[in-house]
C-alpha cells in the first residue's frame, strides 16, 4: 500500500493503519529528509520509492510483522531492498533521539502491575509397551515361496 492511498483517511484511520498519529509521521518524515539530505550528498542513486513509501513499509514492517517477502510483494521490490530500506529507516529514527521506546528501567518505574502466565510446553515420552524379538514374527526368505500361475 502506498502512501498515496492513505493520504486522504482521516485522523483516527491513519493511526489504526500506521499506529501512529499524522504529526508524529510528520516529524519521523522530517528527520529521514535530513538524514536523506546527507546521504545523498556523499553519492549513490535515488531510491525508486519515496521517503513517505520507506517510513510507511518500516512500520508495516514493525506494526503487523508483515516478512520481507511479503512487504516487496506490495512495494515491487527485491527482499534484500526492503530489508535495506528498513534498516535505514529504523537507524535514522533512532540516531536522531526524537523517536525512543522505554526502557526496562522506565517500565520497572511505572504503576502498571503485568501479569505474566507460563505455559509449560516441554514435551514428555509416550508411554509403550517395548519391543522384543519374540513378539516378532520372522520368516526367512526361503521359506516365504511366491505363488505363480
Same mark, same amino acid.
Request: proline share 2%.
Given at each position: 500500500?502506498?502512501?498515496? #492511498?492513505?493520504?486522504?483517511?482521516? +485522523?483516527? =484511520?491513519? %493511526? $489504526? *493503519?500506521? @499506529?501512529? &498519529?499524522?504529526?508524529?509521521?510528520? /516529524?519521523?518524515? #522530517?528527520?529521514?529528509?535530513?538524514? +536523506?539530505? =546527507?546521504? %545523498? $550528498? *556523499?553519492? @549513490?542513486? &535515488?531510491?525508486?520509492?519515496?521517503? /513517505?513509501?520507506q517510513?510507511?513499509?518500516?512500520?508495516?514492517?514493525?506494526r503487523?510483522? $508483515?516478512?520481507?517477502f511479503h512487504?516487496?510483494?506490495s512495494?515491487?521490490?527485491?527482499?534484500?531492498?526492503?530489508?535495506?530500506?528498513?534498516?535505514?529507516?529504523?537507524?535514522?529514527l533512532?540516531k536522531s533521539?526524537?523517536?525512543?521506546?522505554?526502557?526496562?528501567?522506565e517500565?520497572?518505574?511505572?504503576?502498571?502491575?503485568?501479569?505474566?502466565?507460563l505455559?509449560?510446553?516441554?514435551?514428555?515420552?509416550?508411554?509403550?509397551?517395548?519391543?522384543?524379538?519374540?513378539?516378532?514374527?520372522?520368516?526367512?526368505?526361503?521359506?516365504?515361496?511366491?505363488?505363480?500361475?
Amino acid at each position: 500500500m502506498s502512501f498515496e #492511498k492513505i493520504r486522504s483517511l482521516d +485522523e483516527e =484511520k491513519f %493511526r $489504526r *493503519l500506521t @499506529g501512529i &498519529k499524522r504529526n508524529t509521521f510528520k /516529524e519521523m518524515l #522530517k528527520v529521514l529528509e535530513e538524514c +536523506e539530505c =546527507k546521504k %545523498r $550528498r *556523499l553519492g @549513490g542513486h &535515488k531510491s525508486k520509492i519515496s521517503l /513517505e513509501d520507506q517510513l510507511l513499509m518500516t512500520l508495516e514492517y514493525l506494526r503487523e510483522y $508483515r516478512t520481507y517477502f511479503h512487504i516487496c510483494q506490495s512495494y515491487n521490490l527485491s527482499e534484500s531492498s526492503c530489508y535495506r530500506i528498513i534498516r535505514w529507516v529504523e537507524n535514522s529514527l533512532i540516531k536522531s533521539k526524537k523517536f525512543s521506546l522505554p526502557g526496562k528501567k522506565e517500565l520497572l518505574k511505572s504503576d502498571n502491575e503485568f501479569e505474566v502466565i507460563l505455559i509449560d510446553a516441554t514435551e514428555s515420552p509416550i508411554e509403550r509397551p517395548k519391543k522384543s524379538k519374540s513378539d516378532i514374527i520372522q520368516g526367512k526368505r526361503k521359506d516365504i515361496q511366491l505363488s505363480r500361475k
